[in-house]
Protein backbone atom coordinates (compact mmCIF):
# COMPACT_ATOMS: atom_id res chain seq x y z
CA UNK A 1 0.00 0.00 0.00
CA UNK A 2 1.48 3.52 -0.67
CA UNK A 3 1.75 6.35 1.21
CA UNK A 4 0.29 8.67 -1.08
CA UNK A 5 -3.23 7.20 0.12
CA UNK A 6 -4.09 10.81 1.57
CA UNK A 7 -3.64 12.90 -1.39
CA UNK A 8 -5.69 10.11 -3.37
CA UNK A 9 -8.11 10.31 -0.66
CA UNK A 10 -8.58 14.41 -1.10
CA UNK A 11 -8.91 13.90 -4.52
CA UNK A 12 -11.88 12.03 -4.03
CA UNK A 13 -13.89 15.33 -2.90
CA UNK A 14 -15.59 18.03 -5.04
CA UNK A 15 -13.07 20.09 -6.71
CA UNK A 16 -14.93 22.73 -6.82
CA UNK A 17 -17.59 24.98 -5.80
CA UNK A 18 -21.75 24.59 -6.60
CA UNK A 19 -23.94 22.06 -7.74
CA UNK A 20 -24.84 19.48 -10.51
CA UNK A 21 -26.94 17.40 -12.27
CA UNK A 22 -26.28 13.34 -11.48
CA UNK A 23 -29.23 11.36 -13.00
CA UNK A 24 -29.45 8.02 -14.16
CA UNK A 25 -32.41 5.33 -14.46
CA UNK A 26 -33.73 2.27 -12.58
CA UNK A 27 -34.36 -1.21 -14.51
CA UNK A 28 -34.97 -4.42 -14.29
CA UNK A 29 -34.93 -7.00 -17.07
CA UNK A 30 -34.88 -4.05 -18.90
CA UNK A 31 -37.90 -2.22 -17.69
CA UNK A 32 -38.43 0.88 -16.03
CA UNK A 33 -38.97 0.97 -12.44
CA UNK A 34 -41.06 3.57 -10.77
CA UNK A 35 -40.85 4.90 -6.99
CA UNK A 36 -37.73 3.93 -6.49
CA UNK A 37 -35.50 6.05 -3.57
CA UNK A 38 -32.67 7.23 -5.37
CA UNK A 39 -30.31 9.02 -2.55
CA UNK A 40 -27.06 11.85 -2.57
CA UNK A 41 -26.58 11.21 1.52
CA UNK A 42 -28.56 14.49 1.98
CA UNK A 43 -31.52 14.81 -0.77
CA UNK A 44 -33.87 11.79 -1.62
CA UNK A 45 -35.61 11.90 -5.10
CA UNK A 46 -37.81 8.85 -6.73
CA UNK A 47 -38.12 7.75 -10.03
CA UNK A 48 -40.86 8.40 -12.05
CA UNK A 49 -42.67 6.02 -14.45
CA UNK A 50 -39.91 5.65 -17.20
CA UNK A 51 -37.39 4.88 -14.42
CA UNK A 52 -35.67 8.20 -14.61
CA UNK A 53 -34.12 10.14 -11.66
CA UNK A 54 -32.64 13.61 -11.77
CA UNK A 55 -31.11 15.56 -8.66
CA UNK A 56 -28.96 18.79 -8.66
CA UNK A 57 -26.37 17.65 -5.78
CA UNK A 58 -22.72 19.28 -4.23
CA UNK A 59 -21.63 15.76 -4.39
CA UNK A 60 -20.60 16.08 -0.50
CA UNK A 61 -20.99 12.69 0.43
CA UNK A 62 -19.50 11.64 -3.06
CA UNK A 63 -22.09 8.97 -3.53
CA UNK A 64 -25.13 8.40 -4.84
CA UNK A 65 -27.38 4.85 -4.02
CA UNK A 66 -31.43 3.50 -4.13
CA UNK A 67 -33.09 2.10 -1.27
CA UNK A 68 -33.46 -1.03 -3.04
CA UNK A 69 -37.79 -2.11 -3.02
CA UNK A 70 -38.83 -5.12 -1.53
CA UNK A 71 -38.82 -8.02 -3.81
CA UNK A 72 -35.76 -7.01 -5.57
CA UNK A 73 -32.03 -7.51 -4.81
CA UNK A 74 -29.11 -4.91 -6.99
CA UNK A 75 -27.32 -6.65 -9.21
CA UNK A 76 -23.91 -7.09 -7.72
CA UNK A 77 -20.95 -5.57 -8.34
CA UNK A 78 -18.57 -8.85 -7.47
CA UNK A 79 -20.10 -11.88 -5.63
CA UNK A 80 -19.97 -9.83 -2.37
CA UNK A 81 -21.14 -6.49 -3.20
CA UNK A 82 -24.93 -5.36 -4.08
CA UNK A 83 -24.65 -2.61 -6.95
CA UNK A 84 -26.85 -0.23 -4.75
CA UNK A 85 -24.14 2.33 -5.46
CA UNK A 86 -22.26 4.77 -7.37
CA UNK A 87 -18.89 6.90 -6.47
CA UNK A 88 -19.52 10.02 -7.58
CA UNK A 89 -15.99 11.51 -8.80
CA UNK A 90 -16.41 14.15 -11.17
CA UNK A 91 -16.27 17.70 -9.98
CA UNK A 92 -19.13 19.15 -7.90
CA UNK A 93 -20.67 21.15 -10.35
CA UNK A 94 -20.06 18.64 -13.46
CA UNK A 95 -23.25 16.36 -14.50
CA UNK A 96 -22.82 12.63 -13.62
CA UNK A 97 -24.84 9.53 -15.22
CA UNK A 98 -25.65 6.49 -12.98
CA UNK A 99 -28.20 3.97 -13.85
CA UNK A 100 -29.38 1.10 -11.37
CA UNK A 101 -30.43 -2.78 -12.04
CA UNK A 102 -32.54 -4.37 -10.75
CA UNK A 103 -33.29 -8.35 -10.22
CA UNK A 104 -36.74 -9.83 -8.46
CA UNK A 105 -36.29 -12.06 -6.00
CA UNK A 106 -38.66 -13.95 -3.69
CA UNK A 107 -38.45 -12.68 -0.51
CA UNK A 108 -41.56 -14.07 0.99
CA UNK A 109 -39.01 -15.94 2.95
CA UNK A 110 -35.87 -14.57 4.03
CA UNK A 111 -32.73 -15.44 6.55
CA UNK A 112 -29.93 -12.99 7.78
CA UNK A 113 -26.26 -14.17 8.65
CA UNK A 114 -24.39 -11.56 10.61
CA UNK A 115 -20.45 -11.33 11.10
CA UNK A 116 -18.56 -8.26 13.19
CA UNK A 117 -15.58 -7.65 14.26
CA UNK A 118 -13.87 -9.75 11.67
CA UNK A 119 -10.47 -7.61 11.96
CA UNK A 120 -9.01 -8.90 8.90
CA UNK A 121 -5.12 -7.75 9.27
CA UNK A 122 -2.86 -10.40 7.59
CA UNK A 123 -0.83 -10.33 10.16
CA UNK A 124 1.51 -13.24 10.19
CA UNK A 125 2.06 -13.59 13.97
CA UNK A 126 -1.95 -13.83 14.50
CA UNK A 127 -2.86 -16.15 10.97
CA UNK A 128 -6.11 -14.41 11.04
CA UNK A 129 -6.91 -15.03 7.30
CA UNK A 130 -6.09 -18.83 7.34
CA UNK A 131 -7.91 -18.86 10.45
CA UNK A 132 -11.23 -17.53 9.25
CA UNK A 133 -10.88 -19.45 5.66
CA UNK A 134 -10.32 -22.35 7.69
CA UNK A 135 -12.71 -22.61 11.03
CA UNK A 136 -15.63 -19.65 9.96
CA UNK A 137 -16.09 -19.83 6.94
CA UNK A 138 -16.87 -23.70 6.23
CA UNK A 139 -19.86 -22.77 9.32
CA UNK A 140 -20.96 -19.81 7.15
CA UNK A 141 -21.08 -21.64 4.34
CA UNK A 142 -23.25 -24.50 6.11
CA UNK A 143 -25.16 -22.12 7.69
CA UNK A 144 -26.00 -20.41 4.35
CA UNK A 145 -27.05 -23.49 2.41
CA UNK A 146 -29.38 -24.82 5.25
CA UNK A 147 -30.70 -20.92 5.39
CA UNK A 148 -31.02 -20.85 1.50
CA UNK A 149 -33.23 -23.79 1.21
CA UNK A 150 -35.94 -22.32 3.22
CA UNK A 151 -35.61 -18.66 1.60
CA UNK A 152 -33.67 -15.74 0.39
CA UNK A 153 -30.15 -15.51 2.43
CA UNK A 154 -28.60 -11.91 3.05
CA UNK A 155 -25.24 -11.20 5.19
CA UNK A 156 -24.85 -8.19 7.38
CA UNK A 157 -21.13 -6.86 8.64
CA UNK A 158 -21.10 -5.11 11.84
CA UNK A 159 -18.00 -3.09 11.42
CA UNK A 160 -14.34 -3.58 11.98
CA UNK A 161 -14.04 -5.93 8.89
CA UNK A 162 -10.23 -4.66 9.03
CA UNK A 163 -8.25 -3.04 11.37
CA UNK A 164 -7.07 0.57 10.98
CA UNK A 165 -3.56 -0.08 12.89
CA UNK A 166 -2.82 -2.48 10.70
CA UNK A 167 -3.04 -1.46 7.22
CA UNK A 168 0.40 -0.38 6.16
CA UNK A 169 1.95 -2.83 8.24
CA UNK A 170 0.08 -5.64 6.25
CA UNK A 171 -0.63 -3.59 3.23
CA UNK A 172 -4.52 -5.05 4.31
CA UNK A 173 -7.53 -2.50 4.03
CA UNK A 174 -11.04 -2.57 3.16
CA UNK A 175 -10.57 -3.07 -0.42
CA UNK A 176 -8.26 -5.74 0.08
CA UNK A 177 -10.12 -7.61 2.81
CA UNK A 178 -13.41 -7.88 0.86
CA UNK A 179 -10.91 -9.35 -1.98
CA UNK A 180 -10.06 -12.20 0.70
CA UNK A 181 -13.53 -13.17 1.45
CA UNK A 182 -14.88 -12.60 -1.88
CA UNK A 183 -11.63 -15.17 -2.69
CA UNK A 184 -12.15 -17.20 0.16
CA UNK A 185 -15.83 -18.25 -1.22
CA UNK A 186 -18.15 -16.33 1.06
CA UNK A 187 -21.60 -17.37 -0.30
CA UNK A 188 -23.96 -14.75 -0.03
CA UNK A 189 -24.73 -10.66 -0.76
CA UNK A 190 -23.19 -8.85 2.00
CA UNK A 191 -24.40 -5.46 3.18
CA UNK A 192 -22.06 -2.94 5.93
CA UNK A 193 -21.81 -0.63 8.42
CA UNK A 194 -18.51 0.89 9.13
CA UNK A 195 -16.94 0.60 12.58
CA UNK A 196 -14.24 2.29 14.44
CA UNK A 197 -11.45 0.40 12.66
CA UNK A 198 -12.47 1.00 9.32
CA UNK A 199 -10.71 4.06 8.77
CA UNK A 200 -7.96 5.25 7.62
CA UNK A 201 -5.53 6.09 10.48
CA UNK A 202 -3.08 8.18 8.72
CA UNK A 203 -5.70 10.76 7.80
CA UNK A 204 -5.03 13.48 10.60
CA UNK A 205 -4.81 16.51 11.47
CA UNK A 206 -7.84 18.18 9.15
CA UNK A 207 -10.57 18.36 11.78
CA UNK A 208 -13.84 18.63 10.87
CA UNK A 209 -13.10 16.78 7.44
CA UNK A 210 -10.64 13.64 9.65
CA UNK A 211 -14.16 11.50 9.23
CA UNK A 212 -15.28 11.39 5.98
CA UNK A 213 -11.85 11.82 4.27
CA UNK A 214 -10.75 9.03 7.06
CA UNK A 215 -13.53 6.85 5.10
CA UNK A 216 -12.23 7.22 1.54
CA UNK A 217 -11.62 3.13 1.46
CA UNK A 218 -14.53 2.26 3.11
CA UNK A 219 -17.00 4.34 0.53
CA UNK A 220 -14.54 3.12 -2.41
CA UNK A 221 -15.23 -0.87 -1.36
CA UNK A 222 -18.84 -0.67 0.52
CA UNK A 223 -20.46 2.76 -0.41
CA UNK A 224 -22.55 5.18 1.94
CA UNK A 225 -21.86 5.23 5.66
CA UNK A 226 -25.82 5.56 6.10
CA UNK A 227 -28.56 3.59 3.57
CA UNK A 228 -31.37 1.67 3.54
CA UNK A 229 -32.84 -1.67 1.80
CA UNK A 230 -36.28 -2.96 2.05
CA UNK A 231 -36.48 -7.22 2.13
CA UNK A 232 -39.51 -8.85 1.76
CA UNK A 233 -41.10 -5.82 3.22
CA UNK A 234 -39.23 -4.96 6.41
CA UNK A 235 -37.28 -2.02 5.97
CA UNK A 236 -33.72 -2.32 7.02
CA UNK A 237 -30.92 0.56 8.12
CA UNK A 238 -28.09 0.82 7.78
CA UNK A 239 -25.89 3.47 10.04
CA UNK A 240 -22.10 4.84 10.39
CA UNK A 241 -22.03 5.19 14.22
CA UNK A 242 -18.23 6.29 14.89
CA UNK A 243 -16.84 9.52 14.36
CA UNK A 244 -13.40 9.19 13.34
CA UNK A 245 -11.23 11.87 15.22
CA UNK A 246 -7.58 10.73 14.80
CA UNK A 247 -5.85 13.44 16.70
CA UNK A 248 -2.60 13.24 18.92
CA UNK A 249 0.69 11.81 18.54
CA UNK A 250 1.17 9.45 15.42
CA UNK A 251 1.67 5.80 16.79
CA UNK A 252 5.40 5.20 16.24
CA UNK A 253 5.10 1.94 16.47
CA UNK A 254 2.67 1.65 13.07
CA UNK A 255 3.57 2.50 9.61
CA UNK A 256 2.01 5.54 8.48
CA UNK A 257 -0.49 6.33 11.45
CA UNK A 258 -0.65 9.55 12.03
CA UNK A 259 -3.06 10.03 15.29
CA UNK A 260 -4.02 7.85 18.15
CA UNK A 261 -7.36 6.88 16.07
CA UNK A 262 -9.48 8.08 18.37
CA UNK A 263 -13.41 8.10 17.67
CA UNK A 264 -16.46 9.40 18.87
CA UNK A 265 -19.45 7.12 19.12
CA UNK A 266 -22.44 8.64 17.86
CA UNK A 267 -24.34 8.97 14.43
CA UNK A 268 -23.61 12.21 12.58
CA UNK A 269 -26.20 14.89 12.63
CA UNK A 270 -26.39 15.05 8.62
CA UNK A 271 -27.36 10.92 8.99
CA UNK A 272 -29.61 11.37 11.42
CA UNK A 273 -31.67 13.88 9.24
CA UNK A 274 -31.35 11.64 5.92
CA UNK A 275 -33.16 8.97 8.33
CA UNK A 276 -36.03 10.98 8.80
CA UNK A 277 -36.41 11.82 5.46
CA UNK A 278 -35.91 7.89 4.44
CA UNK A 279 -38.61 6.73 6.71
CA UNK A 280 -41.17 9.36 5.53
CA UNK A 281 -41.42 6.83 2.65
CA UNK A 282 -42.24 3.67 5.18
CA UNK A 283 -45.56 2.56 5.74
CA UNK A 284 -45.74 3.28 9.97
CA UNK A 285 -45.80 -0.01 11.95
CA UNK A 286 -43.44 -1.54 9.62
CA UNK A 287 -40.51 -4.17 10.95
CA UNK A 288 -37.74 -2.33 11.31
CA UNK A 289 -34.14 -3.66 11.79
CA UNK A 290 -30.85 -1.21 12.22
CA UNK A 291 -27.56 -2.10 11.60
CA UNK A 292 -25.02 -0.38 13.83
CA UNK A 293 -20.84 -0.98 14.86
CA UNK A 294 -21.69 0.83 18.34
CA UNK A 295 -24.56 -0.47 20.45
CA UNK A 296 -27.36 1.79 21.08
CA UNK A 297 -27.82 0.45 24.12
CA UNK A 298 -25.84 -1.33 26.92
CA UNK A 299 -25.53 -2.18 30.38
CA UNK A 300 -22.79 -1.89 33.21
CA UNK A 301 -20.68 -4.24 32.24
CA UNK A 302 -18.69 -2.06 29.15
CA UNK A 303 -18.51 1.37 28.73
CA UNK A 304 -18.46 1.22 24.65
CA UNK A 305 -21.96 2.63 23.87
CA UNK A 306 -23.45 5.52 21.56
CA UNK A 307 -23.03 9.14 23.63
CA UNK A 308 -25.86 10.42 26.11
CA UNK A 309 -29.19 11.29 23.80
CA UNK A 310 -28.41 9.26 21.00
CA UNK A 311 -30.90 6.74 22.15
CA UNK A 312 -33.41 9.77 23.14
CA UNK A 313 -32.98 10.94 19.59
CA UNK A 314 -33.50 7.53 17.84
CA UNK A 315 -36.58 7.06 19.67
CA UNK A 316 -37.81 10.23 17.97
CA UNK A 317 -36.83 9.59 14.53
CA UNK A 318 -38.75 5.71 15.17
CA UNK A 319 -41.64 7.24 16.89
CA UNK A 320 -43.90 5.65 13.95
CA UNK A 321 -42.72 2.04 14.53
CA UNK A 322 -43.31 0.51 17.46
CA UNK A 323 -40.46 -2.37 17.32
CA UNK A 324 -36.92 -1.65 16.03
CA UNK A 325 -34.49 -4.34 16.33
CA UNK A 326 -31.15 -3.26 16.95
CA UNK A 327 -27.75 -5.13 16.05
CA UNK A 328 -24.56 -4.02 16.78
CA UNK A 329 -21.03 -5.59 17.46
CA UNK A 330 -18.27 -3.47 18.91
CA UNK A 331 -17.41 -4.99 22.48
CA UNK A 332 -16.53 -8.23 22.13
CA UNK A 333 -19.37 -9.94 23.94
CA UNK A 334 -22.88 -10.75 23.72
CA UNK A 335 -25.39 -8.33 25.64
CA UNK A 336 -29.10 -8.63 25.45
CA UNK A 337 -30.16 -5.43 26.63
CA UNK A 338 -33.14 -3.65 26.95
CA UNK A 339 -34.64 -0.11 28.31
CA UNK A 340 -37.59 0.62 30.01
CA UNK A 341 -37.07 4.22 28.91
CA UNK A 342 -37.47 3.06 25.12
CA UNK A 343 -39.19 -0.26 24.99
CA UNK A 344 -39.63 0.15 21.34
CA UNK A 345 -36.01 -1.01 20.91
CA UNK A 346 -34.78 -4.75 21.50
CA UNK A 347 -31.42 -4.81 21.22
CA UNK A 348 -28.87 -7.88 20.66
CA UNK A 349 -25.05 -7.25 20.65
CA UNK A 350 -22.87 -9.79 19.31
CA UNK A 351 -19.62 -10.95 20.10
CA UNK A 352 -16.31 -11.02 17.49
CA UNK A 353 -16.11 -13.57 14.60
CA UNK A 354 -12.72 -13.14 15.51
CA UNK A 355 -12.79 -14.00 19.05
CA UNK A 356 -10.34 -11.69 20.51
CA UNK A 357 -9.06 -10.43 17.35
CA UNK A 358 -7.61 -13.65 16.66
CA UNK A 359 -4.61 -13.09 19.84
CA UNK A 360 -5.55 -16.96 20.79
CA UNK A 361 -2.38 -18.89 20.97
CA UNK A 362 -2.17 -21.78 18.43
CA UNK A 363 -3.62 -24.99 20.20
CA UNK A 364 -6.05 -22.83 22.88
CA UNK A 365 -10.14 -22.27 21.95
CA UNK A 366 -11.18 -19.00 19.97
CA UNK A 367 -13.02 -16.71 22.93
CA UNK A 368 -14.47 -13.55 22.97
CA UNK A 369 -13.42 -10.80 25.89
CA UNK A 370 -16.65 -12.35 27.88
CA UNK A 371 -15.09 -15.91 26.99
CA UNK A 372 -18.14 -16.98 24.70
CA UNK A 373 -17.06 -19.14 21.93
CA UNK A 374 -16.18 -17.58 18.65
CA UNK A 375 -19.26 -17.51 16.48
CA UNK A 376 -21.65 -16.34 14.23
CA UNK A 377 -25.58 -15.42 13.86
CA UNK A 378 -28.30 -16.19 12.18
CA UNK A 379 -31.54 -14.69 11.84
CA UNK A 380 -34.75 -16.32 10.69
CA UNK A 381 -37.00 -13.26 9.64
CA UNK A 382 -40.11 -15.62 8.93
CA UNK A 383 -40.55 -15.63 12.19
CA UNK A 384 -43.07 -12.52 13.68
CA UNK A 385 -40.42 -11.95 16.53
CA UNK A 386 -37.18 -13.05 15.29
CA UNK A 387 -34.71 -13.60 17.73
CA UNK A 388 -30.87 -14.54 16.55
CA UNK A 389 -29.58 -17.86 16.84
CA UNK A 390 -26.21 -18.38 18.24
CA UNK A 391 -23.87 -20.92 15.73
CA UNK A 392 -20.34 -21.89 17.49
CA UNK A 393 -17.60 -22.13 15.21
CA UNK A 394 -16.68 -24.84 17.17
CA UNK A 395 -20.23 -26.57 17.16
CA UNK A 396 -21.18 -26.33 20.83
CA UNK A 397 -24.66 -25.98 20.90
CA UNK A 398 -24.44 -24.38 24.21
CA UNK A 399 -24.27 -20.66 25.17
CA UNK A 400 -23.01 -21.68 28.71
CA UNK A 401 -20.27 -22.54 30.09
CA UNK A 402 -20.02 -23.89 34.05
CA UNK A 403 -16.68 -24.48 36.28
CA UNK A 404 -16.27 -25.74 39.30
CA UNK A 405 -13.62 -23.52 41.29
CA UNK A 406 -12.37 -25.87 43.17
CA UNK A 407 -10.80 -27.14 39.90
CA UNK A 408 -9.87 -23.30 38.79
CA UNK A 409 -8.11 -22.92 41.98
CA UNK A 410 -5.57 -26.09 42.03
CA UNK A 411 -5.10 -24.71 38.05
CA UNK A 412 -4.19 -21.42 39.29
CA UNK A 413 -2.26 -22.50 42.48
CA UNK A 414 0.18 -24.98 40.20
CA UNK A 415 0.25 -22.85 36.89
CA UNK A 416 3.50 -20.88 36.63
CA UNK A 417 1.68 -18.46 34.26
CA UNK A 418 -1.30 -17.81 36.57
CA UNK A 419 1.32 -17.54 39.83
CA UNK A 420 3.21 -14.37 37.67
CA UNK A 421 -0.44 -13.33 36.66
CA UNK A 422 -1.29 -13.05 40.60
CA UNK A 423 2.03 -11.02 40.82
CA UNK A 424 1.21 -8.55 38.30
CA UNK A 425 -2.20 -8.27 38.91
CA UNK A 426 -3.03 -8.65 42.34
CA UNK A 427 -6.08 -6.81 42.29
CA UNK A 428 -7.55 -9.53 39.91
CA UNK A 429 -9.33 -12.44 40.83
CA UNK A 430 -7.30 -15.41 42.45
CA UNK A 431 -9.03 -17.93 42.22
CA UNK A 432 -6.91 -20.10 44.26
CA UNK A 433 -7.92 -17.82 47.64
CA UNK A 434 -9.75 -20.45 50.02
CA UNK A 435 -12.32 -17.64 50.04
CA UNK A 436 -13.99 -19.71 46.10
CA UNK A 437 -13.87 -23.15 47.98
CA UNK A 438 -16.53 -25.17 46.66
CA UNK A 439 -18.03 -22.08 44.32
CA UNK A 440 -19.82 -22.63 41.09
CA UNK A 441 -19.14 -19.82 38.40
CA UNK A 442 -21.61 -20.07 35.34
CA UNK A 443 -21.16 -17.93 32.49
CA UNK A 444 -24.26 -18.08 30.31
CA UNK A 445 -23.88 -15.52 27.48
CA UNK A 446 -27.38 -16.03 25.81
CA UNK A 447 -28.64 -14.31 29.28
CA UNK A 448 -31.74 -11.76 28.59
CA UNK A 449 -32.64 -9.37 31.26
CA UNK A 450 -35.62 -10.67 32.92
CA UNK A 451 -34.51 -14.75 32.58
CA UNK A 452 -33.51 -16.10 36.25
CA UNK A 453 -30.63 -18.88 36.47
CA UNK A 454 -30.76 -21.33 39.28
CA UNK A 455 -28.28 -23.23 40.66
CA UNK A 456 -29.50 -26.72 42.26
CA UNK A 457 -26.91 -29.02 44.11
CA UNK A 458 -28.60 -32.56 44.53
CA UNK A 459 -31.64 -31.00 43.57
CA UNK A 460 -31.99 -28.37 46.30
CA UNK A 461 -31.24 -24.45 45.39
CA UNK A 462 -28.44 -22.55 46.04
CA UNK A 463 -28.39 -18.83 46.89
CA UNK A 464 -27.33 -16.91 43.57
CA UNK A 465 -25.76 -14.33 42.44
CA UNK A 466 -24.06 -12.06 39.68
CA UNK A 467 -20.95 -11.07 39.27
CA UNK A 468 -18.03 -9.24 37.64
CA UNK A 469 -15.48 -11.46 38.27
CA UNK A 470 -12.85 -12.69 35.41
CA UNK A 471 -13.72 -16.04 33.49
CA UNK A 472 -11.10 -17.88 34.35
CA UNK A 473 -11.11 -19.70 30.70
CA UNK A 474 -10.03 -16.27 29.87
CA UNK A 475 -7.28 -15.44 31.68
CA UNK A 476 -5.54 -18.47 31.26
CA UNK A 477 -6.37 -18.02 27.21
CA UNK A 478 -5.42 -14.49 26.61
CA UNK A 479 -2.94 -13.56 29.52
CA UNK A 480 -0.82 -16.13 31.16
CA UNK A 481 0.52 -18.17 27.60
CA UNK A 482 2.39 -14.29 27.32
CA UNK A 483 3.88 -14.01 30.77
CA UNK A 484 7.46 -14.76 31.99
CA UNK A 485 9.15 -13.71 35.01
CA UNK A 486 10.51 -10.73 33.04
CA UNK A 487 6.96 -9.72 32.32
CA UNK A 488 5.96 -6.18 33.63
CA UNK A 489 2.30 -4.99 34.01
CA UNK A 490 0.62 -4.05 31.41
CA UNK A 491 -2.64 -1.21 32.06
CA UNK A 492 -5.11 -2.89 30.08
CA UNK A 493 -4.72 -5.92 32.35
CA UNK A 494 -5.37 -4.13 36.12
CA UNK A 495 -8.55 -5.28 36.61
CA UNK A 496 -11.14 -8.03 36.13
CA UNK A 497 -12.85 -8.41 32.68
CA UNK A 498 -16.55 -7.92 33.15
CA UNK A 499 -19.60 -9.27 31.43
CA UNK A 500 -22.97 -8.80 32.59
CA UNK A 501 -23.75 -12.88 32.24
CA UNK A 502 -22.01 -14.55 34.94
CA UNK A 503 -23.86 -15.84 38.13
CA UNK A 504 -22.01 -17.48 41.02
CA UNK A 505 -23.28 -19.92 44.10
CA UNK A 506 -21.33 -21.74 47.13
CA UNK A 507 -22.06 -25.42 46.80
CA UNK A 508 -21.98 -27.25 50.26
CA UNK A 509 -19.86 -30.17 49.10
CA UNK A 510 -17.11 -30.73 46.83
CA UNK A 511 -18.41 -33.50 45.18
CA UNK A 512 -22.48 -33.13 44.73
CA UNK A 513 -23.63 -32.92 40.80
CA UNK A 514 -24.93 -29.37 40.36
CA UNK A 515 -28.27 -28.18 37.97
CA UNK A 516 -27.66 -25.25 36.09
CA UNK A 517 -31.26 -24.06 35.64
CA UNK A 518 -32.18 -20.95 32.73
CA UNK A 519 -36.14 -19.47 34.17
CA UNK A 520 -37.96 -17.16 31.72
CA UNK A 521 -40.06 -14.39 32.98
CA UNK A 522 -43.05 -16.43 33.29
CA UNK A 523 -41.60 -19.20 34.99
CA UNK A 524 -40.73 -21.51 31.94
CA UNK A 525 -37.19 -23.23 31.54
CA UNK A 526 -35.87 -22.81 28.55
CA UNK A 527 -32.14 -24.20 29.23
CA UNK A 528 -30.93 -26.84 31.41
CA UNK A 529 -27.31 -27.67 31.84
CA UNK A 530 -25.67 -30.70 34.53
CA UNK A 531 -22.10 -30.42 36.48
CA UNK A 532 -20.44 -33.51 37.60
CA UNK A 533 -18.01 -32.82 40.02
CA UNK A 534 -15.12 -32.55 40.10
CA UNK A 535 -15.23 -31.19 36.84
CA UNK A 536 -11.40 -30.46 35.71
CA UNK A 537 -10.16 -27.13 35.00
CA UNK A 538 -7.64 -26.72 31.74
CA UNK A 539 -7.46 -24.53 28.22
CA UNK A 540 -10.04 -26.79 26.57
CA UNK A 541 -12.50 -26.17 29.23
CA UNK A 542 -16.19 -26.77 27.81
Excluded at 271 to 299: Q, S, Y
Excluded at 439 to 451: C, H, L, R, S, T
Aim: hydrophobic share 35%; with cysteine.
Amino acid sequence: MKKYVLIAALLLLPLCAGAGVVKGKVTAGGKPVAGVQVSDGRQIVLTDAKGRYSMRTDKADSVVFITTPSGYTARKIDPLRPGFWHLLTAPAGKKEVHDFVLEPQDQSKYSVIFITDTHFAADPSRNDLKRFKCTVMPVIRREYSRAAAKGAVFSVNLGDFAHDRYWYDFGLNEEGAERFLSMAGYPMTLYSVSGNHDNDGAVAGLGGRTDFVSAWNYRHTWGPSCYSVNIGGDHWVFMDSVEYINDGAPDAKHKNINGRRNYTCRFLDKDIEWLRKDLEFVTPGTRIFLCCHVPLLNDSSTSEVLAPGQAAIMDDVFKDFPTVYVFSGHTHKYINTSSGDFPRFKQFIFGATSASMWQHPAGYQAIGTDASEQAINVLDCTEPDPRPRYVAVSGNPSMMRIYDLNAVGDFYRNDEGCRIFHRLYPDRTWYADPAYTNMIYVNYWGYIPGQTVEILEDGKPLEVSQTLRDDPLYVITYITPKLDEGSKPSKSNLKDRKNSHSFVATATTATAPVCVRVKDPEGKVVYEQNLFRPKPFNKNAK
